[in-house]
């Protein structure tokens, strides 16, 4: 049992959260077109972690890892990728979308450049050594669209985990660990985490990515 009103079963297609909105899963198999060569270079997170350097050799941390898309497309791009999520529910949910990538012949050379933490990542951004090259955030906010399947995605999520109230301590210990880069992914119009400006930003048709680049942090 997730919460009172969601539960997790054990179904042929993996693990499934079902609650009264309908039934979710992570699956990581569907990002494959977004994967190639042509479409991974157009990505906004893939853009916003260009960094010099061999990217085989630099480790990229999801610290609000949900089910696991964003951490994917940075793993595709080459990088070590740690992805913390501190809601056991979601963790088993990624957990289990790693393992049935794991088998996709396509996936499986990506995935295993991924590693999943289940806990919080603001005590591990703060304790990190060496430094990581570049940090993501995607703190849960208030979802927009007029789709129908994204805002149930949404409803059934936030039965488990709401929207991260701590959003400041979390680009808090993000600067703490002296990246080279950190990732904020936020609505179109939202506020800069924090309040905090950031270096440059992307913008999207659905999202705005914020990068900042600490002090010291080399581009």
Request: glycine share 8%; with cysteine; charged share 30%.
């Amino acid at each position: 049992m997730a919460d009172g009103k969601t539960v997790i079963e054990q179904r042929p297609e993996g693990l499934t959260l079902c609650g009264e909105e309908g039934e979710l899963r992570a699956d990581l198999v569907h990002m494959l077109p977004r994967l190639t060569q042509r479409n991974l270079a157009t990505e906004l997170i893939v853009k916003a972690a260009k960094v010099k350097g061999d990217r085989t050799k630099m480790l990229a941390v999801d610290a609000t890892a949900g089910f696991g898309e964003d951490a994917l497309l940075l793993a595709a791009a080459g990088f070590h990728v740690r992805l913390y999520e501190r809601n056991e529910s979601i963790a088993r949910l990624l957990e289990d979308a790693l393992r049935r990538a794991a088998e996709t012949p396509e996936l499986a050379p990506i995935v295993a450049r991924m590693e999943l933490v289940c806990g919080d990542s603001i005590p591990a951004l703060r304790e990190m050594d060496p430094a990581p090259d570049v940090i993501l955030l995607d703190p849960m906010f208030p979802e927009r669209t007029k789709s129908a399947a994204v805002r149930k995605k949404f409803q059934l999520l936030h039965h488990l985990e709401e929207p991260c109230a701590d959003g400041e301590l979390l680009l808090a210990a993000a600067i703490a660990a002296n990246p080279r880069r950190i990732i904020i992914k936020r609505p179109v119009k939202g506020e800069y985490l924090g309040g905090v400006k950031p270096s440059f930003s992307l913008t999207g048709k659905a999202v705005r990515v914020d990068v900042i680049v600490p002090a010291g942090g080399i581009g």
